[in-house]
């Protein structure tokens, strides 16, 4: 059977794909925070600050799944270190990326094999470890960069409620045009590609796509939420993208869905 490792995996993210790929492989994950996390076997404590090689060694994976939060410095460090085991034991890292990286291309969405090029640290952080990915052999990695995540559990739809609740304003990009993504169809996407053994880049995210305003306006209604206050940026006078979508590795029909298909199981 297959051994997977999910590094990062009690967020949201890694939850979603331990529960979506736990019934067909040899899984495992690591916690950092979260101590609930403890008392399952198959999650080990694994901290940045630490040589990621003792885990790796202990579990000898087959695919290494990583979506790491934290110190951009000391992941540099380890993901140099879990590159240098994937080309020593051929093993597969599918790297969790962002629609971040092309934060600096505003007059269309992006597909797949766009240059890319951002302005933010988070984007050229992630556009610096998908560069050290393609220096391995491509039968070794996965780039899955991920459209904007809003669903029940995501921090985005938290941050909003935490807004309302301070009394704080709801920061709006009216000029913004987005797709978004959920963890469980992120997860769904991971595991397609796993179980027909794919390589390259992928882009995670709804095949239309929808104005911030209407999409944050949206999401208030849904929550039922009242005196809310907004806060409006404006960072161009015209439409501005931040969107993901496929002109190569496309996914099959019944993995493709629909902004609204997010938005209705938002409660």
Request: overall charge positive.
């Amino acid at each position: 059977m297959i051994r997977v490792l999910i590094f990062g995996g009690s967020s949201s993210i890694g939850t979603a794909i331990f529960k979506e790929l736990n019934p067909f492989y040899d899984l495992h994950a690591t916690y950092y925070k979260q101590i609930r996390f403890s008392s399952n076997k198959r999650y080990l404590y694994y901290d940045l600050k630490d040589d990621p090689v003792f885990i790796l060694n202990k579990l000898n994976p087959d695919i290494i799944i990583s979506g790491l939060k934290g110190n951009f410095n000391l992941q540099v460090k380890y993901y140099d270190k879990i590159i240098k085991y994937c080309e020593a034991f051929n093993s597969k890292l599918m790297f969790i990326s962002s629609s971040s990286v092309f934060d600096s291309f505003v007059n269309f969405p992006s597909y797949e094999e766009d240059k890319t090029f951002s302005q933010s640290i988070y984007g050229r952080f992630n556009i610096h470890i998908e560069n050290k990915l393609f220096r391995m052999k491509s039968s070794n990695w996965t780039i899955n960069r991920s459209a904007m995540i809003f669903s029940s559990k995501s921090k985005r739809i938290d941050q909003i409620k935490e807004s309302i609740i301070n009394l704080s304003p709801i920061e709006i990009f009216p000029n913004l045009i987005i797709n978004i993504n959920s963890e469980n169809l992120l997860a769904k996407h991971l595991h397609y590609m796993i179980s027909r053994n794919l390589n390259g880049i992928f882009h995670h995210g709804s095949k239309d796509l929808i104005n911030h305003e209407e999409l944050i306006k949206i999401i208030i209604e849904k929550l039922n939420l009242k005196a809310v206050k907004f806060k409006y940026v404006y960072t161009t006078n015209n439409n501005r993208y931040l969107s993901l979508l496929s002109n190569k590795n496309s996914f099959p029909k019944h993995l493709n869905f629909t902004f609204d298909s997010i938005l209705e199981k938002i409660d």
